[in-house]
């Protein structure tokens, strides 16, 4: 039979898995870093995906197609929900699809850790994913968070960066020299605008290109109108802080 249902542009999409838990039927899963429709009979076609694609690489078509089926569907789901619940034995908070964007709230790692100096140092991620492409615009770490947005030089060039940086924070990190900056902007507008923030820190590098993560962030900020104390800490090449505070 001929039906609408969705077309996915494999050279659109960046795998993000955005995607995955807006589809309620559970039609899309990510293979091979790619997000791709399970099964013409888990979609319904009516599109309920298309807006969480930041890369707009999700469409309806009309073609041949089986008709959707609501037993499928339920089959699906229970398939899903009992991976969900092997996940939340290892903390987790969502189903993303693809392990590597699916949102944790992890062991709660950002106090501060006792008698660490002198042996391993104890991580203070508190959240998964980190990237700024990955986490969802309502991941529930956002909620009443001090968020820290660092681009991904920054942790390797300065030393003390769970510590001095990560510790008590929420992260987000990009690089807006290979990555878009305009989808960082409207992305942190959305994140900006419905979520309770409490504080912005944004750690950037002293070299020119990375000034694009500030940009993005101030514009986001102004965008959203929400008044959200925001500091910018700049780190030099050899690991100095250049400028601002992490305090």
Known sequence: MKRNIIE?????????????????????????????????????????????????????????????????????SGRQSAGHNQGMHHGAGHHGGCPGSRVLSLVDTRKEVAGEEGGARQSRLGQWPVQLK??????????????????????????D????????????????????????????TEMFRTSSLKSVTVARMEVPCCGGIETAVKRALAASGRNIPCTVVTIGVTGEIKAGSPD
């Open 134 to 159: 990955l986490v969802p615009v309502g991941a529930p770490f956002l909620e009443d968070a001090d968020l820290l947005i660092a681009a991904d030089c920054v942790p390797f060039a300065y030393g």
């Open 161 to 188: 960066f769970h510590k001095d940086f990560l510790a008590g924070r929420a992260l987000l990190v990009g690089c807006p020299k290979l990555d878009d900056n305009q989808y960082y902007t409207e992305k942190l």
């Open 8 to 76: 996915i542009d494999q050279e659109k999409c960046d795998g993000c898995g955005l995607c995955v838990p807006s589809c309620a039927e559970g039609a899309i899963r990510i293979v091979n870093g790619k997000a791709v429709l399970a099964a013409d009979n888990l979609c319904d076609g009516l599109g309920a995906c298309l807006g969480e694609c930041p890369r707009d690489a999700i469409r309806i078509v009309e073609r041949e197609a089986d008709a959707f089926d609501e037993a499928a569907v339920a089959a699906e």
